[in-house]
């Protein structure tokens, strides 16, 4: 999809996800884009993954690291993903984010908690 191809070229996606009374949330997060599909990755217990479990209308928008827009919002769905997704969604994350990836992988090894990883796909 030519309209994801525009996000590779951003760090940073702002993740609006909602709350059960509407309430939109924004949080700028870490992405890559393979094909048409969108990963991001969070805690599990973040409440943007919570959120989305209960709902999984998002919008989505290039941004900056402190979630300042550098774009427009698109509306998108998103799903959690099982391992064998996760892992290939890790993957590529390493390869775009380099050294910083790595580093984040290793504090995870220190202080391990379950991570959650983000299929966002475009409406």
């Known amino acids: 999809m030519e309209g994801l191809a525009a996000f590779s070229r951003h760090r940073y996606l702002s993740l609006e996800t909602y709350r059960r009374t509407g309430q939109a949330v924004a949080t700028p997060v870490w992405f890559v884009v393979d094909r048409d599909v969108i990963y991001v990755y969070s805690l599990a217990t973040a409440g943007k ?3 989305i479990r209960n ?3 998002v919008r989505i928008a290039p941004c900056d690291a402190r ?3 550098t774009g427009a919002w698109v509306e998108a769905t998103a799903r959690i993903v099982d391992e064998r997704h996760a892992a290939q969604a890790h993957d590529l994350l ?3 984010y380099g050294w910083m990836k790595r580093l ?3 504090f995870r090894k220190l202080r391990p908690k379950p991570r959650a990883v983000l299929a966002i796909v475009v409406a």
Do not use: M
């Open 49 to 51: 993954v919570k959120r």
């Open 55 to 57: 709902n999984p209308r």
């Open 67 to 69: 979630g300042r827009l």
């Open 94 to 96: 390493r390869a775009k």
């Open 104 to 106: 984040a992988d290793l």
